[in-house]
Protein backbone atom coordinates (compact mmCIF):
# COMPACT_ATOMS: atom_id res chain seq x y z
CA UNK A 1 0.00 0.00 0.00
CA UNK A 2 2.80 2.11 0.56
CA UNK A 3 4.71 1.32 -2.61
CA UNK A 4 0.99 2.13 -4.46
CA UNK A 5 0.40 5.44 -2.63
CA UNK A 6 4.17 6.50 -3.97
CA UNK A 7 3.39 6.13 -7.19
CA UNK A 8 0.12 7.64 -7.12
CA UNK A 9 1.78 10.64 -5.60
CA UNK A 10 5.09 10.75 -8.45
CA UNK A 11 3.26 9.45 -11.16
CA UNK A 12 2.90 12.20 -14.12
CA UNK A 13 -1.09 12.38 -14.61
CA UNK A 14 -3.24 14.91 -15.69
CA UNK A 15 -5.37 16.32 -12.89
CA UNK A 16 -8.15 15.01 -14.61
CA UNK A 17 -7.06 11.10 -14.52
CA UNK A 18 -5.93 11.66 -10.96
CA UNK A 19 -9.63 13.93 -9.90
CA UNK A 20 -11.04 10.48 -12.17
CA UNK A 21 -9.80 7.93 -10.42
CA UNK A 22 -7.45 6.67 -13.64
CA UNK A 23 -4.40 7.06 -11.83
CA UNK A 24 -5.62 4.67 -8.91
CA UNK A 25 -7.19 1.96 -11.20
CA UNK A 26 -4.23 2.06 -13.66
CA UNK A 27 -1.71 1.56 -10.28
CA UNK A 28 -4.31 -1.09 -9.44
CA UNK A 29 -4.47 -2.93 -12.21
CA UNK A 30 -0.43 -3.02 -12.36
CA UNK A 31 -0.63 -4.72 -9.18
CA UNK A 32 -3.02 -7.34 -10.03
CA UNK A 33 -0.87 -8.10 -13.06
CA UNK A 34 1.83 -8.81 -10.86
CA UNK A 35 0.53 -10.78 -8.64
CA UNK A 36 -1.83 -12.63 -11.42
CA UNK A 37 0.88 -12.85 -14.26
CA UNK A 38 0.20 -16.45 -15.01
CA UNK A 39 -3.42 -16.07 -15.52
CA UNK A 40 -2.96 -13.10 -17.62
CA UNK A 41 0.01 -13.82 -19.35
CA UNK A 42 -2.46 -15.91 -22.06
CA UNK A 43 -4.50 -13.13 -22.82
CA UNK A 44 -1.85 -10.62 -23.29
CA UNK A 45 -0.16 -12.51 -25.84
CA UNK A 46 -3.40 -13.46 -27.80
CA UNK A 47 -4.28 -9.58 -27.79
CA UNK A 48 -0.52 -9.10 -28.98
CA UNK A 49 -0.91 -11.73 -31.83
CA UNK A 50 -4.55 -10.24 -32.94
CA UNK A 51 -2.67 -6.76 -33.13
CA UNK A 52 -0.25 -8.25 -35.43
CA UNK A 53 -2.71 -9.88 -37.86
CA UNK A 54 -4.50 -6.11 -38.21
CA UNK A 55 -1.23 -4.84 -38.84
CA UNK A 56 -0.06 -6.80 -41.37
CA UNK A 57 -3.85 -6.59 -43.21
CA UNK A 58 -2.70 -2.14 -43.33
CA UNK A 59 -2.09 -1.34 -46.93
CA UNK A 60 0.36 1.60 -45.82
CA UNK A 61 2.70 1.93 -42.59
CA UNK A 62 2.10 5.33 -41.74
CA UNK A 63 0.39 5.57 -38.63
CA UNK A 64 -0.60 2.87 -35.82
CA UNK A 65 -2.87 4.46 -33.29
CA UNK A 66 -3.86 2.23 -30.62
CA UNK A 67 -6.81 3.20 -27.58
CA UNK A 68 -6.33 1.94 -24.21
CA UNK A 69 -2.74 1.07 -24.77
CA UNK A 70 -2.47 1.14 -20.63
CA UNK A 71 0.86 -0.93 -19.29
CA UNK A 72 1.69 -2.00 -22.74
CA UNK A 73 1.77 -5.30 -22.23
CA UNK A 74 -0.56 -6.51 -24.52
CA UNK A 75 1.14 -4.53 -27.41
CA UNK A 76 3.96 -6.54 -29.66
CA UNK A 77 5.88 -2.64 -29.44
CA UNK A 78 9.12 -3.56 -30.75
CA UNK A 79 7.14 -4.65 -33.95
CA UNK A 80 4.90 -2.07 -34.09
CA UNK A 81 7.50 0.47 -34.33
CA UNK A 82 9.20 -1.48 -36.97
CA UNK A 83 6.76 -2.19 -39.12
CA UNK A 84 4.66 1.67 -38.72
CA UNK A 85 6.77 5.22 -39.41
CA UNK A 86 4.67 6.38 -36.06
CA UNK A 87 2.94 4.51 -33.25
CA UNK A 88 0.40 6.56 -31.09
CA UNK A 89 -0.18 4.98 -28.16
CA UNK A 90 -3.32 6.69 -26.57
CA UNK A 91 -4.76 6.18 -22.93
CA UNK A 92 -5.49 8.23 -19.78
CA UNK A 93 -2.62 7.62 -17.65
CA UNK A 94 1.14 5.90 -18.84
CA UNK A 95 2.77 4.34 -15.55
CA UNK A 96 6.24 5.01 -15.23
CA UNK A 97 7.45 1.66 -16.33
CA UNK A 98 5.26 1.89 -19.78
CA UNK A 99 6.87 5.01 -20.09
CA UNK A 100 10.74 3.91 -19.46
CA UNK A 101 9.66 0.63 -22.68
CA UNK A 102 7.82 3.55 -24.65
CA UNK A 103 11.00 5.58 -24.68
CA UNK A 104 13.09 2.93 -26.30
CA UNK A 105 12.02 3.34 -29.16
CA UNK A 106 11.64 6.59 -30.99
CA UNK A 107 9.00 6.60 -33.62
CA UNK A 108 6.39 6.28 -30.48
CA UNK A 109 4.36 8.16 -28.85
CA UNK A 110 2.36 8.74 -25.26
CA UNK A 111 -0.69 10.33 -25.92
CA UNK A 112 -2.77 11.20 -22.45
CA UNK A 113 -6.25 11.96 -23.72
CA UNK A 114 -9.80 10.86 -23.04
CA UNK A 115 -11.13 8.63 -25.96
CA UNK A 116 -14.48 9.46 -25.33
CA UNK A 117 -14.22 12.99 -25.13
CA UNK A 118 -17.11 13.01 -22.64
CA UNK A 119 -15.89 11.96 -19.17
CA UNK A 120 -15.64 15.66 -17.36
CA UNK A 121 -18.76 17.07 -18.86
CA UNK A 122 -20.37 13.45 -18.01
CA UNK A 123 -19.21 13.27 -14.31
CA UNK A 124 -20.30 16.97 -13.83
CA UNK A 125 -23.75 15.87 -14.46
CA UNK A 126 -24.17 16.72 -18.20
CA UNK A 127 -25.63 13.56 -20.32
CA UNK A 128 -24.97 14.41 -23.66
CA UNK A 129 -22.34 11.62 -25.26
CA UNK A 130 -19.90 13.45 -27.82
CA UNK A 131 -19.23 11.95 -31.00
CA UNK A 132 -15.17 11.62 -30.97
CA UNK A 133 -13.64 13.17 -33.56
CA UNK A 134 -9.79 13.34 -32.83
CA UNK A 135 -7.05 11.55 -35.39
CA UNK A 136 -9.87 11.07 -38.09
CA UNK A 137 -8.05 13.60 -40.19
CA UNK A 138 -4.73 11.71 -39.52
CA UNK A 139 -3.48 9.08 -41.68
CA UNK A 140 -4.09 6.35 -39.65
CA UNK A 141 -3.28 3.04 -41.22
CA UNK A 142 -4.49 0.33 -38.21
CA UNK A 143 -6.54 1.79 -35.38
CA UNK A 144 -7.05 -0.46 -32.65
CA UNK A 145 -9.02 -0.37 -29.51
CA UNK A 146 -7.82 -2.47 -26.90
CA UNK A 147 -9.55 -3.86 -23.54
CA UNK A 148 -11.08 -0.59 -23.58
CA UNK A 149 -14.87 -0.74 -24.71
CA UNK A 150 -16.45 -2.21 -21.94
CA UNK A 151 -15.20 0.02 -19.31
CA UNK A 152 -15.67 3.09 -21.05
CA UNK A 153 -19.07 4.09 -19.05
CA UNK A 154 -17.44 2.91 -15.62
CA UNK A 155 -16.28 6.57 -14.51
CA UNK A 156 -18.90 8.19 -15.73
CA UNK A 157 -21.78 5.89 -13.87
CA UNK A 158 -19.85 5.40 -10.86
CA UNK A 159 -20.25 9.16 -10.59
CA UNK A 160 -23.41 9.08 -10.99
CA UNK A 161 -24.03 6.67 -7.91
CA UNK A 162 -22.04 8.52 -5.92
CA UNK A 163 -23.60 11.62 -6.65
CA UNK A 164 -27.43 10.14 -5.75
CA UNK A 165 -28.27 7.46 -3.64
CA UNK A 166 -31.62 7.21 -5.84
CA UNK A 167 -32.19 4.36 -8.22
CA UNK A 168 -31.64 5.69 -11.73
CA UNK A 169 -31.05 2.18 -13.48
CA UNK A 170 -32.70 3.27 -16.95
CA UNK A 171 -31.21 6.58 -17.19
CA UNK A 172 -27.42 4.67 -16.59
CA UNK A 173 -28.44 1.93 -18.78
CA UNK A 174 -29.07 4.28 -21.80
CA UNK A 175 -25.49 6.38 -20.41
CA UNK A 176 -23.17 2.78 -21.03
CA UNK A 177 -25.17 2.00 -24.01
CA UNK A 178 -24.65 5.44 -25.64
CA UNK A 179 -20.94 5.72 -24.72
CA UNK A 180 -20.13 1.78 -26.27
CA UNK A 181 -22.11 2.66 -29.61
CA UNK A 182 -19.94 6.30 -29.79
CA UNK A 183 -16.82 4.72 -29.44
CA UNK A 184 -18.38 1.67 -32.19
CA UNK A 185 -18.78 4.52 -34.41
CA UNK A 186 -15.61 6.56 -33.81
CA UNK A 187 -13.58 3.07 -34.48
CA UNK A 188 -15.81 2.89 -38.13
CA UNK A 189 -15.08 6.26 -39.24
CA UNK A 190 -11.11 5.62 -39.56
CA UNK A 191 -10.36 4.64 -43.14
CA UNK A 192 -7.92 2.09 -42.49
CA UNK A 193 -7.51 -1.07 -40.80
CA UNK A 194 -9.89 -1.68 -37.63
CA UNK A 195 -9.41 -3.93 -34.70
CA UNK A 196 -11.50 -4.61 -31.50
CA UNK A 197 -10.79 -6.10 -28.84
CA UNK A 198 -12.68 -6.56 -25.96
CA UNK A 199 -14.81 -8.26 -23.21
CA UNK A 200 -17.92 -10.35 -24.39
CA UNK A 201 -19.27 -12.01 -21.71
CA UNK A 202 -18.31 -12.15 -18.06
CA UNK A 203 -19.21 -15.47 -15.32
CA UNK A 204 -18.19 -15.92 -12.38
CA UNK A 205 -17.69 -19.29 -10.89
CA UNK A 206 -17.35 -21.25 -8.02
CA UNK A 207 -14.65 -24.12 -7.76
CA UNK A 208 -17.04 -26.65 -8.59
CA UNK A 209 -17.42 -24.88 -11.59
CA UNK A 210 -20.81 -23.77 -10.46
CA UNK A 211 -22.10 -20.57 -12.05
CA UNK A 212 -22.48 -17.92 -9.29
CA UNK A 213 -22.85 -14.44 -11.92
CA UNK A 214 -22.94 -13.76 -15.33
CA UNK A 215 -23.44 -10.53 -17.56
CA UNK A 216 -23.06 -8.62 -20.67
CA UNK A 217 -20.41 -6.20 -20.08
CA UNK A 218 -21.61 -4.55 -23.33
CA UNK A 219 -24.79 -3.46 -22.13
CA UNK A 220 -26.11 -5.71 -24.78
CA UNK A 221 -24.85 -3.92 -27.42
CA UNK A 222 -24.49 -5.45 -30.70
CA UNK A 223 -20.67 -5.80 -31.41
CA UNK A 224 -19.27 -7.10 -34.50
CA UNK A 225 -17.90 -10.52 -35.26
CA UNK A 226 -15.25 -12.20 -34.02
CA UNK A 227 -12.08 -13.24 -35.09
CA UNK A 228 -10.92 -14.79 -32.63
CA UNK A 229 -12.27 -15.85 -29.20
CA UNK A 230 -10.45 -17.05 -26.08
CA UNK A 231 -10.76 -16.74 -22.27
CA UNK A 232 -9.17 -14.48 -19.73
CA UNK A 233 -9.01 -15.42 -15.89
CA UNK A 234 -8.94 -12.00 -14.65
CA UNK A 235 -9.74 -12.86 -11.10
CA UNK A 236 -8.05 -16.20 -10.01
CA UNK A 237 -9.23 -17.80 -7.01
CA UNK A 238 -8.44 -16.73 -3.99
CA UNK A 239 -7.40 -13.23 -5.48
CA UNK A 240 -10.41 -11.55 -4.10
CA UNK A 241 -10.76 -11.29 -0.39
CA UNK A 242 -14.68 -10.39 -0.75
CA UNK A 243 -14.85 -14.36 -2.46
CA UNK A 244 -11.72 -16.28 -2.27
CA UNK A 245 -13.75 -19.18 -3.63
CA UNK A 246 -14.65 -17.51 -6.46
CA UNK A 247 -12.95 -17.40 -10.08
CA UNK A 248 -14.01 -13.90 -12.63
CA UNK A 249 -13.44 -15.11 -16.30
CA UNK A 250 -14.09 -12.73 -19.42
CA UNK A 251 -14.81 -13.96 -22.60
CA UNK A 252 -12.71 -11.52 -24.81
CA UNK A 253 -13.57 -11.54 -28.72
CA UNK A 254 -11.21 -9.89 -31.03
CA UNK A 255 -13.00 -7.92 -34.60
CA UNK A 256 -11.16 -6.88 -37.73
CA UNK A 257 -12.46 -5.23 -40.36
Known sequence: MIAEAWQWLTTPATSQA???????????????????????????????????????????????????????????????????????????????????????????????ADITESLTPLANGQDDVARPRRWLDQPVDCVVSLNLLTQLPMVPVRSRLKRSSKNHDAQLETLGKELIEAHLAYLSRFSGVRCLICDRWVEERRADARLVDELDPAWDVALPSTVREWGWTVIPFGESAEAPHNERIHRVGASIW
Open 18 to 112: RRLGFLKESIAMQARFQRCRSAWQPHYQRCQQVIREAMAQAGQQRVLLIMGAGLLEDIPLAEASERFEQVWLVDMVFLRKARRRAAAFANVRLIE
